[in-house]
């Protein structure tokens, strides 16, 4: 159980494209949802997070209308790079957590998003 | 917020050895600190998870031990294979709504054959 599925898994560009990336909980609702952006060789760093119904909440330094995220149901939230620049080009992962909140983070299998 | 420092950064160890990473973390209320195996450019996964009513917790060749008083946890992994080389990153967090995971910085663990 507690699958989260992330489309696409690579994704190259050229600059100025809008990228949008899919995460979905596949056996079970999630009403949070978390993405995350990871640079080679370094930790993952939390962007937003995501939560169904509602408006996310955004990390410090993180731009709103840059990377567009919405959670329209319990299973599937998008982040969308807007207008990306090569600076953009990262790994990016979501995770899901089942409601109750007292179950662990799994996470996608990430999307390597490179923009030429 | 949580910080969550993880030592070494790099760890090698012959093929049957143990490996030891270590964490800490500054936020007494955490209460939950998972641990996350990373290969090269694929998703984080659990491999064990463990909650502050409880002082250590055992899945076959991997452990994990909490120490609340002095604010550190770690990873033990007995006998250890080639396919254990990865990175693996420390979490910490509360349990329950939004609550993020705060991440350490990663350890590299490299099992020599």
């Known amino acids: 159980g507690a699958v989260v599925s992330q489309h696409p898994s690579r994704v190259i560009c050229k600059s100025g494209t809008s990228v949008k990336i899919e995460c979905r909980s596949l056996?079970?609702?999630?009403?949070?949802m978390f993405w995350y952006r990871q640079f080679p060789k370094q930790s993952l760093m939390l962007m937003a997070t995501?939560?169904?119904?509602?408006?996310?909440?955004?990390e410090q330094g993180v731009e709103k209308d840059k990377f567009l995220i919405n959670h329209a149901s319990l299973t599937l939230s998008t982040l969308t790079v807007t207008s990306a620049h090569p600076e953009d080009s990262s790994f990016y992962i979501c995770s899901a957590r089942a409601p109750d909140g007292w179950q662990p983070q799994h996470f996608g299998d990430g999307t390597r998003l490179s923009i030429l | 917020g949580e910080n969550v420092e993880q030592h070494p950064s790099t760890l090698s160890v012959q093929e049957g050895d143990s490996a030891v990473i270590k964490c800490t973390y500054s936020d007494s209320a955490s209460n939950y600190f998972p641990w996350y195996k990373q290969e090269l450019g694929k998703r984080p996964q659990l491999i064990i998870d463990i909650r502050s009513n409880v002082g250590e917790k055992k899945d076959q060749r991997i452990a994990v031990t909490l120490n609340k008083t002095a604010k550190h946890f770690s990873l033990h992994i007995t006998e250890t294979q080639p396919e254990d080389s990865a990175v693996y990153f420390c979490?910490?967090?509360?349990?329950?709504?939004?609550?993020?995971?705060?991440f350490g910085k990663g350890n590299q663990v490299v099992v020599i054959p």
């Open positions: 995501s939560n169904e119904g509602s408006k996310a909440t955004y």
């Open positions: 056996d079970f609702q999630a009403t949070t």
């Open positions: 979490a910490a967090s509360k349990l329950g709504g939004n609550n993020r995971l705060a």
